[in-house]
T-cell receptor, first 115, second 116 residues
Framework: DSGVTQTPKHLITATGQRVTLRCSPR?????VYWYQQSLDQGLQFLIQ???????AKGNILERFSAQQFPDLHSELNLSSLELGDSALYFC??????????????FGPGTRLTVL | AQSVAQPEDQVNVAEGNPLTVKCTYS??????LFWYVQYPNRGLQFLLK??????LVKGSYGFEAEFNKSQTSFHLKKPSALVSDSALYFC??????????????FGTGTLLAVQP
């Protein structure tokens, strides 16, 4: 158990809908990362927050947004869902925003299925 | 642009034999390299990392990795494979943003299958 929790574990929804994925980082970690894992794209970095502020952005679609709250938990919002958004979404956390060797600890993921 | 390549989609090895999972990288500047393992229906687990120093890095579950700067490689190794090592292995490189972020670029993953 990494100490990173994600809810829900599974989510099934229809095209055009909006969903929210939730992540709680390890105790004491200030940085949260979101990744998308799909068969065709592999494991891709979406976005990083550090202590409530956006720190880095990757291949995140405009239909997707995220935020980190004062209690450090984070939410990933996916809207106008398309079939291609079906994937496993991982959250990870680390103690700091950067610096060498600051490894990330991953949650169990949320499996999103868009029908 | 920074990238990581895992040339093998799958590696098959018999239990008790040594295993190697290959990874090559392309980065500007000093690379920070990582190996993660993903078991079925689980998140990624950190195995080991290379930051600086000794080229042979030891990690969890008896795994080690050898950093080779001239060949830009960071292969994962284990002297004696176990059936329980069967999983998906990812190599990753940290993108250097002047220390401001730790975002990782992952390889495509290599499925390790250890036969009894």
């Amino acid at each position: 158990d990494s100490g990173v929790t994600q809810t829900p574990k599974h989510l099934i929804t229809a095209t055009g809908q909006r969903v929210t994925l939730r992540c709680s980082p390890r105790s004491g970690d200030l940085s949260v990362y979101w990744y998308q894992q799909s068969l065709d794209q592999g494991l891709q970095f979406l976005i990083q927050y550090y202590n409530g502020e956006e720190r880095a952005k990757g291949n995140i679609l405009e239909r997707f947004s995220a935020q980190q709250f004062p209690d450090l938990h984070s939410e990933l919002n996916l809207s106008s869902l398309e079939l291609g958004d079906s994937a496993l979404y991982f959250c990870a956390s680390s103690a700091l925003a950067g610096g060498p060797g600051n490894e990330q600890f991953f949650g169990p993921g949320t499996r999103l299925t868009v029908l | 642009a920074q990238s990581v390549a895992q040339p093998e989609d799958q590696v098959n090895v018999a239990e008790g034999n040594p295993l190697t999972v290959k990874c090559t990288y392309s980065v500007s500047g000093n690379p920070y390299l990582f190996w993660y393992v993903q078991y079925p229906n689980r998140g990624l687990q950190f195995l080991l990392k290379y930051i600086t120093g000794d080229n042979l890095v030891k990690g969890s579950y008896g795994f080690e990795a050898e950093f080779n700067k001239s060949q830009t490689s960071f292969h994962l190794k284990k002297p004696s494979a176990l059936v329980s090592d069967s999983a998906l292995y990812f190599c990753a490189v940290r993108v250097p943003y002047g220390g401001a972020t730790n975002k990782l670029i992952f390889g495509t993953g290599t499925l390790l299958a250890v036969q009894p």
